[in-house]
């Protein structure tokens, strides 16, 4: 069994980012000619996702255009936030109502994907269908090139825990499914939210990524991954 939908996060601001966002939306910036929002579903696709949905909010003109032009052939949707941001884990329950039950994949752009993530997505989505459970692709903090990271969690035989000291960083890729999202109260919520309580009923479970973590969060941190001239 393989999943078929996948969920991009494109509706970020991209403050810390600027000057490069104030025309451009972060996920259309560029990496080796490869825009951040071409790269994610790139990967989607090349792993057999056959329907996409992508939230935007700031500037989504250039995404739809951008989407528009591509021509992909697999169906995307765009999932419009521009009246009201809702944070990663509204912006998935209300991107993801076309799914039905099926589970699919979240990705945020924001990281540097290539095909080199394809076999980890393979075992990201073996580990989900064992034990049926949400599943996260992380990685030791000690692979990112951004030494500021904090750690997200910890990881110990695929089960994930929050501690006072953390090893591990969420990739910003994952599988879900829309039953542990439907029961949230409020339009606005994080995924932060649903992760902990999940955490705290022992039913969220992870996957160690052995790949170098190349992750645009600030100017500087562009600046720095752009003339590591990446091979892909």
Known sequence: MSIKHGMILAAGLGKRMQPL???TP?????????????RAINLLI?????????NVHY?????QKFINKKRYQVRI???NEEDLLLDTGGGVLKGSQNFGDSPFFVINPDTVWSKLYLEELKTLEEIYFKGNKPTLLLVNKKLSIDPSFKGDFNLNNEKISKDDENQFIFT?????NRSVLINEKTEVFSMNKVWNKL??????????S?????HLNTFDMYKKIINLNLID
């Not at 972060?26 to 071409?38: A, D, G």
């Not at 910003?172 to 879900?176: A, C, E, F, K, Y």
């Not at 052995?210 to 190349?214: A, E």
Request: hydrophobic share 40%.
């Open 21 to 23: 966002t104030l025309k």
């Open 26 to 38: 972060k996920p259309l910036l560029e990496i080796n000619n490869l825009t951040l929002l071409e």
């Open 46 to 54: 090349s792993h057999g996702v056959q329907e996409i949905s992508i």
């Open 59 to 63: 500037l989504p003109d250039q995404i």
């Open 77 to 79: 949707t765009i999932s």
């Open 172 to 176: 910003g890729l994952q599988i879900t």
């Open 199 to 208: 955490i705290k009923d022992k039913k969220l479970l992870g996957l160690e």
């Open 210 to 214: 052995n790949q170098k973590f190349y």
